[in-house]
């Protein structure tokens, strides 16, 4: 009897063994394993997620600087055409203001693609911070094609460039400045060319006629001489007024009334 209790013992002791399903064994191991999976993959999430503002804040930064207009230093009038009277045969003029914007000394120089036929005055010069000046561009206009006179407003292939550099302070221009700093240069504006109807009244055509005036005006103020408003100053520092005028007059009197007497 105690020998089938014991056997009756063992028995029950491997039955229970059997019942353990056979991956119960198994789980623990894939449990573990699938855990550290499972953390491994939700740190290199959270990685993930700790670099994507970084890289969505840059990909929006990007994009905004390229959307915004760039930051100009010249203030153009017009801004971005330049208007000729329609003359065929003949060369016209056209215009243009040219206001430092910046808080800076700039040099600006013209670019055309026709240098044959068009010419800039000044070509370039110094601006200081406020100042302004009237450009005068000048081309030859040809004859067209069969003589037919072209529409209203027509639009030319010539085009101008308005460049500008930084400078230190007051200094002559010189166009060699722009060939020495090339990589600080920039490009302000290109300029379209379009002809005007001179026999069709128009905005464009009389604020063109206005500036070509001031142009021409301040063009002769450059020409004449700057007037002398101070006492004249001749040989070292000799300041000489009315009265020593007036003193020499008569001292030179005296002396030919003496040589006249004698």
Same mark, same amino acid.
Request: aromatic share 8%; proline share 8%; charged share 25%.
């Given at each position: 009897?105690?020998?089938?209790?014991?056997?009756?013992?063992?028995?029950?002791?491997?039955?229970?063994?059997?019942?353990?399903?056979?991956?119960?064994?198994?789980?623990?191991?894939?449990?573990?394993?699938?855990?550290?999976?499972?953390?491994?993959?939700?740190?290199?999430?959270?990685?993930?997620?700790?670099?994507?503002?970084?890289?969505?804040?840059?990909?929006?930064?990007?994009?905004?600087?390229?959307?915004?207009?760039?930051?100009? @230093?010249?203030?153009? *009038?017009?801004?971005?055409?330049?208007?000729?009277?329609?003359? !065929?045969?003949?060369?016209? @003029?056209?215009?243009?203001?040219?206001?430092?914007?910046? @808080?800076?000394?700039?040099?600006?120089? +013209?670019?055309?693609?026709?240098?044959?036929?068009?010419?800039?005055?000044?070509?370039?010069?110094?601006?200081?911070?406020?100042?302004?000046?009237?450009?005068?561009? +000048?081309? +030859?206009?040809?004859? !067209?094609?069969?003589?037919?006179?072209?529409?209203?407003?027509?639009?030319?292939?010539?085009?101008?460039?308005?460049?500008?550099?930084?400078?230190?302070?007051?200094? *002559?221009?010189? =166009?060699?400045?722009? *060939?020495?700093?090339? *990589?600080?240069?920039?490009?302000?504006?290109?300029?379209?060319?379009?002809?005007?109807?001179?026999?069709? =009244?128009?905005?464009?055509?009389?604020?063109?006629? @206005?500036?070509?005036?001031?142009?021409?005006?301040?063009?002769?103020?450059?020409?004449?001489?700057?007037?002398?408003?101070? =006492?004249?100053?001749?040989?070292?520092?000799?300041?000489?007024?009315?009265?020593?005028?007036?003193?020499?007059?008569?001292?030179?009197?005296?002396?030919?009334?003496?040589?006249?007497?004698?």
């Amino acid at each position: 009897m105690a020998v089938d209790g014991e056997k009756s013992f063992s028995e029950e002791k491997v039955w229970s063994l059997c019942k353990m399903p056979f991956w119960q064994s198994n789980n623990s191991s894939s449990s573990s394993s699938s855990s550290s999976t499972s953390s491994s993959l939700q740190s290199v999430h959270q990685l993930s997620q700790s670099h994507q503002p970084l890289q969505s804040s840059n990909a929006v930064s990007f994009v905004t600087k390229s959307l915004l207009p760039t930051r100009r @230093r010249l203030h153009l *009038d017009p801004p971005n055409k330049l208007y000729f009277p329609y003359e !065929p045969g003949k060369q016209v @003029r056209s215009a243009i203001s040219i206001k430092n914007i910046s @808080r800076s000394h700039l040099a600006f120089k +013209f670019q055309t693609t026709a240098p044959k036929s068009c010419y800039m005055r000044p070509p370039g010069g110094i601006l200081a911070p406020g100042e302004s000046l009237i450009a005068t561009v +000048f081309k +030859f206009v040809e004859h !067209p094609e069969n003589n037919e006179k072209p529409a209203v407003d027509q639009k030319s292939k010539v085009k101008f460039k308005i460049m500008s550099l930084k400078v230190k302070g007051e200094m *002559d221009y010189v =166009p060699e400045l722009f *060939d020495e700093q090339k *990589d600080q240069v920039a490009e302000e504006q290109i300029l379209r060319v379009v002809f005007l109807d001179t026999e069709r =009244p128009s905005p464009p055509l009389e604020k063109l006629k @206005r500036q070509l005036a001031e142009a021409e005006a301040a063009l002769e103020a450059r020409k004449k001489p700057p007037e002398d408003t101070g =006492p004249r100053i001749v040989g070292e520092g000799l300041v000489i007024d009315e009265w020593k005028e007036r003193r020499e007059r008569y001292l030179a009197r005296q002396q030919v009334e003496g040589i006249d007497s004698v």
